[in-house]
C-alpha cells in the first residue's frame, strides 16, 4: 500500500441535501467502509479521522460524510432519523465509483442511521453500529437529557448551532420513525456486528439487548470499561472491527507499515 489520497467529494441526497465528505482512496475498488460519526461530529473530527486512518492501514478505503447539519453539508441534522437518506447516498457513491463491497460503519448517531438504512432495505454488504441505541427517548442519563433539550428547546436548538456549529430540526419525528431495534432484525443473512462499552454514559446496557434480541443473528461486542462512540474508540478496537469488516466482505486483511503511509 503505497500510497493514499484522500479528497473531499459533494454527493446529493435523494431528497435534495447536498453532503460534503472525505475519500480515503487506495486505489483498488474491492472494499471501502463509510464511517459515519456521531452527534456534532464530522469528518474533519480528530476522532473521526484517527478512526478513518486505522481502517485504511488495514486496506480499507473509506468514505466519511459530514452528515445534513454538519460539517461542511447543507440541510439539517435528524439524529439518524432522514440521515438514512445520507447513507445511502454514500453507499450509491460508492458503487458508482466501482467498490465491489461495501460496509457501513456508524458512531452512535452514526450507527443509529446505519442500522435504520439497512434495516429499511439500504443497501449495504456488512454494517457495524457503535454506541448506538436500540429504542428512542433515554432520558435516563445526563449526556441524553441534554440532547433532547438540543432538539427540543428553541434555546438549545440555537445554542447548538451557535456553540456546536451543528443545525438541528424536529420535523423528522412526525410522525414517529422506527426505532433502531424495530428494524435490525431485517438486517439478516447480512452480517451485523453490535458494539457498546460496559460504560456508555448515554446509552445504558439495556439498549444492546433491545438490539440483540431484535437481531438473534449479530455478533454482539460488549467493551469492558469502554466509554461512548468515537472518543472512546481504541486502536485496538479500530483494529477489530477492520478485522471483521474484512472477513465479513470476504477480503483478507492488508497492514501498511509506517514508511508505507501517505
Not at 164 to 173: G, I, L, M, P
Amino acid at each position: 500500500m503505497a500510497f493514499v489520497l484522500v479528497h473531499q467529494v459533494f454527493l446529493r441526497t435523494s431528497d435534495d441535501v447536498r453532503l460534503s465528505a472525505e475519500h480515503w482512496d487506495l486505489g483498488g475498488r474491492e472494499l471501502a467502509c463509510v464511517v459515519a460519526h456521531g452527534f456534532t461530529g464530522s469528518s474533519r473530527n480528530a476522532h473521526v479521522q484517527r478512526i478513518c486512518r486505522g481502517l485504511v492501514e488495514q486496506g480499507i478505503s473509506v468514505l466519511a460524510p459530514d452528515f445534513r447539519g454538519h460539517g461542511r453539508s447543507s440541510g439539517r441534522g435528524s439524529a439518524g432519523v432522514e440521515e438514512i437518506h445520507d447513507i445511502a447516498a454514500c453507499v450509491r457513491w460508492l458503487r458508482t465509483a466501482g467498490y465491489r463491497h461495501v460496509a457501513i460503519v456508524g458512531w452512535s448517531m452514526g450507527g443509529t442511521a446505519v442500522l435504520r438504512h439497512a434495516g429499511l432495505g439500504g443497501d449495504a454488504d456488512a454494517v457495524v453500529s457503535v454506541s448506538a441505541p436500540g429504542v428512542w427517548f433515554e432520558r435516563g442519563t445526563r449526556p441524553m437529557r441534554l440532547v433532547h433539550w438540543m432538539f427540543e428547546s428553541r434555546t438549545g436548538r440555537v445554542a447548538t448551532r451557535v456553540l456546536k456549529r451543528t443545525r438541528v430540526s424536529v420535523d423528522a419525528w412526525t410522525p414517529l420513525p422506527e426505532a433502531p431495534a424495530d428494524v435490525a432484525g431485517a438486517i439478516a443473512p447480512r452480517p451485523l456486528l453490535i458494539v457498546h462499552g460496559d460504560a456508555d454514559g448515554y446509552f445504558p446496557i439495556t439498549h444492546v439487548e433491545a438490539l440483540s434480541a431484535a437481531a438473534p443473528t449479530a455478533q454482539v461486542w460488549i467493551e469492558p470499561e469502554m466509554g461512548h462512540a468515537e472518543v472512546a474508540t481504541t486502536a485496538d478496537l479500530i483494529t477489530r472491527i477492520g478485522e471483521w469488516v474484512l472477513a465479513a466482505c470476504g477480503q483478507r486483511a492488508t497492514v501498511c507499515d509506517d514508511d508505507e503511509r501517505d
